[in-house]
């Protein structure tokens, strides 16, 4: 049986539609951005309406300037998606958005989006616009170098992180400890290095033309580097829970650790058994059991800052 082989869609000179705007901001990927409510979650200040807008505002930030980013590459790969099967469908790639049009946009959610985080805090702004600036980089030179190109986004999830911690600032004066921002990173490493293997996997002797930077890689390499990667995080992750200030004031946040170490063995699974995790933000909604998971770790969190006291701890 002859396979059919992809065309790519026939790119169009028509006006190009409101949602089309929409879609080349990426949506889909902005769950990335929810490590900016981390810092909220940590220190209980959900409980506090003031604290959960400025936060919220902060996620809206982050998410124009993470938009801002895939503009940006999508403009400097629009040649190089068009012969994807998936990417050639997105607005620039697919010629329903005009380069200078989708460029324009962007500078106007700068203005927009530096604007609005100077006046939710100083520090914040700061974070901000070091995210705007490792993005980029990424975009312009990092993406096509091996390994950096994996740590350079794992900057860019520290930054989310930290910044909402910033916004609270004046609130708490430890919003995250050091072993929380070395759990985000580590976190952040083991997604990168999972979606380069599901490319390399995916696309094998044509990795090299989707991503410069997968000429580099191997199977192996990555196994290795991702196993070590999920056992480092559990053990990171724990010492976070049981020694930072969070957990010593607040024994019940030890139950948090359950669902954390289920969620990485179950994405080690979907990785190795199901050669999946190209797309973390799919699996985060259409895993059932990794989305259960992250729920049962918030719930616990939510618990344990409304019950601090009354279970006995040896």
Sequence with gaps: MVQARYHPPIPTR??????????????????????????LLLNG?????HSLLLVTQGFAVFCLL?????????????????????????????????RPVALCFAAGLLV??????????????????????????????????????VCSISVGFILRAVAGGA???HVVSNAFSPWFILTVSLLALFLGFAKRRDELFQYKENAGK???????????????????????????????????????????FAFTIIPMIYGVFRYLYLVFHRN????????????????????????????????KTGIPWP
């Design 66 to 98: 993470s938009g801002i980013g895939y503009i940006v590459n999508d403009v400097l790969d629009a040649e190089r998606d068009k012969h994807h099967a998936r990417k050639a469908y997105r607005p620039i790639a697919a010629g329903r958005l005009s």
């Design 276 to 307: 999946k995790g190209g797309n973390p933000e799919d699996l985060l909604i259409g895993d059932r059991q990794i989305a259960t998971s992250v729920l049962c770790w918030v719930a616990l969190v939510v618990w344990s800052f409304y019950f």
């Design 210 to 252: 989707h991503r410069e930077a997968l000429n580099f890689y191997s199977l192996h390499f990555l196994d290795q580097i991702i196993t070590m990667l999920g056992a480092v995080i559990i053990v990171c992750y724990s010492i976070a829970a049981l020694s930072s200030s969070v957990g010593k004031d607040n024994p019940r």
């Design 45 to 49: 200040e959900f409980r506090h309406l």
């Design 112 to 149: 927009a989006a530096m604007a609005w985080a100077y006046t939710l805090a100083p520090y914040f702004f700061i974070f901000a616009l070091a995210y705007l600036i490792s993005t980029l980089s990424y975009s312009l030179y990092f993406k096509k170098k091996p390994v950096i190109d």
């Design 167 to 169: 916004l609270l600032s």
């Design 14 to 39: 028509r006006a190009f539609r409101a949602i089309d705007l929409l879609l080349v901001l990426r949506p889909k990927q902005w769950t990335k951005n929810l490590l900016v409510y981390a810092s």
